[in-house]
Protein backbone atom coordinates (compact mmCIF):
# COMPACT_ATOMS: atom_id res chain seq x y z
CA UNK A 1 0.00 0.00 0.00
CA UNK A 2 1.08 3.95 -0.41
CA UNK A 3 1.74 5.01 3.43
CA UNK A 4 3.58 8.31 4.21
CA UNK A 5 5.51 8.77 8.27
CA UNK A 6 6.63 11.80 9.76
CA UNK A 7 6.23 12.62 13.26
CA UNK A 8 3.13 13.84 14.70
CA UNK A 9 4.78 16.79 16.82
CA UNK A 10 7.91 18.20 17.42
CA UNK A 11 9.36 21.05 20.10
CA UNK A 12 12.44 23.58 19.06
CA UNK A 13 13.38 26.93 20.39
CA UNK A 14 13.46 29.98 18.61
CA UNK A 15 16.78 30.72 16.36
CA UNK A 16 17.42 27.20 16.58
CA UNK A 17 17.17 24.35 13.66
CA UNK A 18 15.27 21.68 13.43
CA UNK A 19 14.63 18.70 10.93
CA UNK A 20 11.57 17.01 9.92
CA UNK A 21 11.75 13.67 8.37
CA UNK A 22 9.43 12.03 6.23
CA UNK A 23 9.48 8.65 4.82
CA UNK A 24 7.60 7.28 1.87
CA UNK A 25 5.96 4.21 0.72
CA UNK A 26 4.19 4.90 -3.22
CA UNK A 27 3.05 2.69 -5.78
CA UNK A 28 5.71 5.01 -8.46
CA UNK A 29 7.34 7.83 -7.91
CA UNK A 30 6.87 11.41 -9.48
CA UNK A 31 8.60 13.81 -6.48
CA UNK A 32 8.01 14.92 -3.01
CA UNK A 33 6.35 18.13 -1.76
CA UNK A 34 6.45 19.74 1.62
CA UNK A 35 3.74 22.31 2.69
CA UNK A 36 3.24 24.60 5.73
CA UNK A 37 0.24 24.77 7.19
CA UNK A 38 -0.44 27.51 10.02
CA UNK A 39 -3.72 26.46 12.43
CA UNK A 40 -7.11 26.85 10.22
CA UNK A 41 -5.40 27.66 7.33
CA UNK A 42 -5.13 26.16 3.81
CA UNK A 43 -1.57 24.78 2.73
CA UNK A 44 0.79 26.15 1.28
CA UNK A 45 3.33 25.14 -0.90
CA UNK A 46 7.18 25.20 0.38
CA UNK A 47 8.89 23.20 -1.84
CA UNK A 48 9.13 20.04 -4.45
CA UNK A 49 12.23 17.62 -4.91
CA UNK A 50 12.41 14.89 -7.43
CA UNK A 51 16.23 14.36 -7.77
CA UNK A 52 18.23 13.25 -5.36
CA UNK A 53 20.04 15.75 -3.32
CA UNK A 54 19.13 18.90 -1.18
CA UNK A 55 17.29 22.01 -2.61
CA UNK A 56 18.01 25.74 -0.31
CA UNK A 57 15.78 28.43 -0.65
CA UNK A 58 16.27 30.68 1.73
CA UNK A 59 16.00 29.37 5.45
CA UNK A 60 14.02 26.06 4.41
CA UNK A 61 15.99 23.64 2.82
CA UNK A 62 14.67 19.90 1.78
CA UNK A 63 16.42 16.88 0.97
CA UNK A 64 15.38 13.57 -0.49
CA UNK A 65 16.71 9.92 -1.24
CA UNK A 66 14.72 7.89 -3.58
CA UNK A 67 16.52 4.68 -2.71
CA UNK A 68 15.70 5.13 0.78
CA UNK A 69 12.20 6.58 -0.01
CA UNK A 70 13.28 9.43 2.26
CA UNK A 71 12.90 13.13 2.47
CA UNK A 72 13.54 15.70 5.54
CA UNK A 73 12.71 19.38 6.15
CA UNK A 74 15.60 21.42 7.19
CA UNK A 75 14.62 25.08 9.15
CA UNK A 76 16.82 27.11 10.46
CA UNK A 77 17.20 30.39 11.99
CA UNK A 78 13.68 29.30 13.54
CA UNK A 79 11.08 32.30 14.04
CA UNK A 80 7.69 32.11 16.18
CA UNK A 81 6.01 32.44 12.91
CA UNK A 82 7.34 29.08 12.09
CA UNK A 83 5.29 27.86 14.38
CA UNK A 84 2.58 25.35 12.21
CA UNK A 85 1.97 22.23 10.88
CA UNK A 86 4.23 20.80 8.23
CA UNK A 87 3.02 18.08 5.79
CA UNK A 88 4.90 16.03 3.87
CA UNK A 89 3.21 14.24 0.61
CA UNK A 90 4.71 12.11 -2.67
CA UNK A 91 3.40 12.17 -5.41
CA UNK A 92 2.67 8.36 -6.92
CA UNK A 93 2.62 7.22 -10.91
CA UNK A 94 -0.66 8.42 -11.09
CA UNK A 95 0.19 12.02 -10.44
CA UNK A 96 -1.88 11.80 -7.39
CA UNK A 97 -0.33 12.79 -3.55
CA UNK A 98 -0.36 10.51 -0.67
CA UNK A 99 -0.14 13.06 2.39
CA UNK A 100 1.46 12.70 5.57
CA UNK A 101 -0.34 13.58 8.43
CA UNK A 102 1.91 16.27 9.27
CA UNK A 103 4.31 17.60 11.92
CA UNK A 104 2.91 20.15 14.37
CA UNK A 105 6.40 22.16 14.94
CA UNK A 106 6.33 24.16 18.52
CA UNK A 107 8.30 27.05 18.63
CA UNK A 108 9.36 28.07 22.13
CA UNK A 109 10.99 31.80 22.94
CA UNK B 1 -5.68 37.70 -8.65
CA UNK B 2 -7.69 35.82 -6.15
CA UNK B 3 -6.59 32.46 -6.76
CA UNK B 4 -8.89 29.67 -5.38
CA UNK B 5 -12.16 31.00 -3.85
CA UNK B 6 -14.23 28.48 -1.69
CA UNK B 7 -17.87 29.31 -0.37
CA UNK B 8 -19.03 28.67 1.97
CA UNK B 9 -16.40 29.21 4.88
CA UNK B 10 -18.20 27.15 7.38
CA UNK B 11 -21.44 25.71 7.45
CA UNK B 12 -23.58 23.78 10.37
CA UNK B 13 -25.94 21.26 8.09
CA UNK B 14 -28.50 18.62 9.13
CA UNK B 15 -27.90 15.16 9.06
CA UNK B 16 -29.79 14.08 5.52
CA UNK B 17 -29.67 17.66 3.84
CA UNK B 18 -28.27 17.93 0.43
CA UNK B 19 -25.06 20.66 0.40
CA UNK B 20 -22.94 21.78 -2.22
CA UNK B 21 -19.79 23.31 -1.75
CA UNK B 22 -18.22 26.20 -4.36
CA UNK B 23 -14.67 26.01 -5.31
CA UNK B 24 -13.59 28.88 -8.13
CA UNK B 25 -10.43 29.25 -9.68
CA UNK B 26 -8.72 31.94 -12.25
CA UNK B 27 -5.17 30.46 -13.17
CA UNK B 28 -7.07 28.58 -16.01
CA UNK B 29 -5.26 25.76 -14.20
CA UNK B 30 -6.53 22.33 -15.61
CA UNK B 31 -6.95 20.04 -12.86
CA UNK B 32 -8.71 20.50 -8.96
CA UNK B 33 -9.29 18.50 -6.34
CA UNK B 34 -11.26 18.02 -3.47
CA UNK B 35 -9.70 17.21 -0.23
CA UNK B 36 -10.84 16.84 3.40
CA UNK B 37 -8.62 17.25 6.64
CA UNK B 38 -9.75 15.62 9.36
CA UNK B 39 -7.71 15.31 12.72
CA UNK B 40 -4.49 13.16 13.12
CA UNK B 41 -5.01 12.17 9.40
CA UNK B 42 -3.37 13.37 6.22
CA UNK B 43 -5.50 15.17 3.42
CA UNK B 44 -7.69 12.40 1.71
CA UNK B 45 -8.30 12.90 -1.92
CA UNK B 46 -12.67 13.06 -2.49
CA UNK B 47 -12.52 13.62 -6.05
CA UNK B 48 -10.40 15.29 -8.77
CA UNK B 49 -10.63 16.25 -12.39
CA UNK B 50 -7.98 16.22 -14.64
CA UNK B 51 -9.64 18.78 -17.10
CA UNK B 52 -13.00 20.48 -17.80
CA UNK B 53 -15.55 18.20 -18.85
CA UNK B 54 -13.69 14.62 -16.69
CA UNK B 55 -13.76 13.89 -12.98
CA UNK B 56 -12.14 10.91 -11.25
CA UNK B 57 -12.81 8.87 -7.87
CA UNK B 58 -10.12 9.76 -5.21
CA UNK B 59 -9.68 7.89 -2.07
CA UNK B 60 -12.66 8.59 -0.50
CA UNK B 61 -15.85 9.42 -2.62
CA UNK B 62 -18.51 7.48 -0.96
CA UNK B 63 -21.20 10.25 -0.81
CA UNK B 64 -19.97 12.87 -2.60
CA UNK B 65 -20.56 13.84 -6.14
CA UNK B 66 -18.70 16.51 -8.43
CA UNK B 67 -18.72 18.32 -12.05
CA UNK B 68 -16.33 19.97 -13.64
CA UNK B 69 -18.52 22.06 -16.41
CA UNK B 70 -16.10 24.41 -17.27
CA UNK B 71 -11.95 25.32 -16.34
CA UNK B 72 -12.70 27.44 -13.86
CA UNK B 73 -15.39 25.80 -11.07
CA UNK B 74 -15.51 22.57 -9.45
CA UNK B 75 -18.76 22.15 -7.21
CA UNK B 76 -18.57 19.19 -4.49
CA UNK B 77 -21.78 17.78 -3.74
CA UNK B 78 -22.97 15.90 -0.48
CA UNK B 79 -26.55 14.32 -1.72
CA UNK B 80 -27.50 13.33 1.82
CA UNK B 81 -25.45 14.69 4.47
CA UNK B 82 -24.25 12.19 7.70
CA UNK B 83 -22.40 13.06 10.78
CA UNK B 84 -19.56 11.24 9.54
CA UNK B 85 -18.71 13.97 7.07
CA UNK B 86 -17.80 16.53 9.21
CA UNK B 87 -14.75 17.96 8.02
CA UNK B 88 -12.65 20.89 6.76
CA UNK B 89 -12.56 20.10 2.77
CA UNK B 90 -9.81 22.23 0.79
CA UNK B 91 -10.23 22.90 -2.95
CA UNK B 92 -6.73 22.89 -4.69
CA UNK B 93 -5.58 23.49 -8.56
CA UNK B 94 -2.67 22.62 -10.60
CA UNK B 95 -1.24 22.81 -13.85
CA UNK B 96 -0.66 19.81 -14.90
CA UNK B 97 -0.32 19.32 -18.43
CA UNK B 98 3.57 19.79 -18.60
CA UNK B 99 3.89 16.85 -15.77
CA UNK B 100 3.87 16.93 -11.91
CA UNK B 101 3.40 20.50 -10.12
CA UNK B 102 2.24 22.20 -7.16
CA UNK B 103 -1.10 22.24 -5.75
CA UNK B 104 -2.71 25.50 -4.77
CA UNK B 105 -5.39 24.98 -2.01
CA UNK B 106 -8.46 27.63 -1.24
CA UNK B 107 -9.43 28.62 2.36
CA UNK B 108 -11.01 25.48 2.95
CA UNK B 109 -14.64 24.85 4.29
CA UNK B 110 -15.21 24.15 7.81
CA UNK B 111 -18.78 21.56 7.58
CA UNK B 112 -20.22 20.90 10.32
CA UNK B 113 -23.18 17.80 10.18
CA UNK B 114 -25.41 17.46 12.91
Known amino acids: GQNIDQPTEMTATEGAIVQINCTYQ??????LFWYQQHAGEAPTFLSYNVLDGLEEKGRFSSFLSRSKGYSYLLLKELQMKDSASYLCAAMDSNYQLIWGAGTKLIIKP | IAGITQAPTSQILAAGRRMTLRCTQD?????MYWYRQDLGLGLRLIHY???????GKGEVPDGYSVSRANTDDFPLTLASAVPSQTSVYFCASSDSRQGPDTQYFGPGTRLTVL
Open chain 2, 27 to 31: MRHNA
Open chain 2, 49 to 55: SNTAGTT
Open chain 1, 26 to 31: TSGFNG
